[in-house]
């Protein structure tokens, strides 16, 4: 299986299966010098590991990272820094359950990546999806607390759950303080209160839905980015769609550009007191490919998880007409821990992009 790397001076390779003894990333490119301990990358972790509500999979993972490679700590060094070298991470899998997937070993999934790795590879690992499983993107959240270390504190990335299957947040009431106030991400508490009667409500029918993240990053500065190829948009675009069972990325005002007029879309400019502004940012913090210094706006659909227990027509390996049920632990809305996933992924390219402009950066 080729593809395993994310990135270009700032580079990450994940490894490892959901039912496997461990997942793990390897980091290259990080600079050297800069504090890092396994403590630094833990609370991302934490929130999006599973089993931390009753609207997520109960499996039970801790998600306890351990830094392998690529930090020293000596009497010279104030606690551990990276060296320069490959940083190595890696998480053991500690409650995965197997034999809930004995039943699926030779039926595809519909909507699920069964048909198209058996398609490619003729091979598949069934147990919790294998290699197509989100339990991968635990290593994308710890790799995204480096990429986090590299940008510094003056860029805040943040994101928010703004949809669940057709019940929509209110943005006039969105507070981001909130988001950490409910086990959706949710900017809106009142919403948030809905959704937990339709969550509960969506796990008694052994159904799923989908839902929407928005991710907004502050303080960057203007100039990131590169007309045509590495154009900041198509690759923040990029990199959300590595994301588990995203179907859809827009930037700014997205798919809402199209029913706009020209002097509003526009985003007129001003002067103020620090120079050029923006009176709106529909174009979501990125022109031509790159930064405007505005606020990043991108959001992200995630479908509904493929493995519920409705029974659904599908295929077994044999071309043979069959239904299928899917047992074991899954999110009824993965949308939920995703939320912290389009953070991370917005980090990993951001400290790319921030590398590679301070290399052709003018000056």
């Given at each position: 299986m080729s593809h395993n790397t994310f990135g270009h001076m700032f580079r990450v390779t994940t490894w490892g299966e959901s039912h496997g003894p461990a997942i793990g990333a390897v980091v290259d490119g990080c600079p050297a010098g800069i504090p890092l301990s396994a403590a630094d990358l833990q609370p991302w972790l934490d929130l999006r590991r599973p089993g931390t509500s009753r609207h997520v999979t109960p499996r039970q993972e801790p998600d306890q990272v351990r830094i392998l490679s690529g930090v020293f700590e000596d009497d010279r060094t104030d606690g551990p820094v990276t060296t320069g070298t490959p940083i190595s991470l890696m998480i053991e899998n500690v409650d995965a359950r197997s034999k809930d997937y004995s039943d699926i070993r030779d039926k595809w999934r519909p909507g699920h990546a069964d048909f198209t790795y058996d398609m490619k590879y003729g091979v598949r690992?069934?147990?919790?999806?294998?290699?197509?499983?989100?339990?991968?993107?635990?290593?994308?959240?710890?790799?995204?607390?480096?990429?986090?270390?590299?940008?510094?504190?003056?860029?805040?990335?943040?994101?928010?759950?703004?949809?669940?299957?057709?019940?929509?947040?209110?943005?006039?009431?969105?507070?981001?303080?909130?988001v950490a106030n409910n086990p959706f991400f949710c900017p809106d508490a009142e919403t948030a209160s809905l959704w937990e009667a339709d969550m509960d409500q969506l796990r008694r029918d052994g159904s799923s839905t989908g839902g929407i993240v928005e991710v907004v990053v502050s303080g960057l500065p203007a100039g990131w980015g590169a007309p045509i190829y590495a154009k900041l948009d198509s690759e923040i675009a990029a990199a959300m769609m590595t994301i588990n069972a995203v179907k859809g990325v827009e930037i700014g005002a997205?798919?809402?550009?199209?029913?706009?007029?020209?002097?509003?879309?526009?985003?007129?400019?001003?002067?103020?007191?620090?120079?050029?502004?923006?009176?709106?940012?529909?174009?979501?913090?990125?022109l031509g490919g790159i930064s405007t210094g505005q606020d990043l706006v991108v959001r992200f659909a995630v479908k509904p998880t493929s493995s519920i227990r409705v029974p659904r027509d599908t295929l077994d390996r044999s071309y043979e007409e069959t239904q299928i049920v899917t047992h074991g632990r899954h999110d009824p809305c993965v949308a939920i821990r995703a939320v912290p996933v389009g953070e991370a992924m917005a980090a990993l390219v951001l400290a790319d992009q921030k590398l590679r402009h301070e290399a052709q950066a003018a000056w």
């Open positions: 690992d069934y147990r919790g999806g294998g290699r197509s499983s989100a339990r991968e993107t635990a290593m994308r959240v710890a790799a995204g607390g480096i990429a986090r270390k590299v940008l510094g504190e003056d860029i805040t990335i943040r994101a928010a759950l703004i949809q669940i299957g057709e019940r929509s947040i209110d943005r006039a009431r969105w507070n981001w303080d909130e997205g798919f809402a550009s199209a029913a706009l007029r020209g002097e509003t879309a526009a985003d007129e400019m001003q002067m103020g007191e620090d120079g050029a502004q923006f009176r709106s940012n529909h174009n979501g913090g990125v």
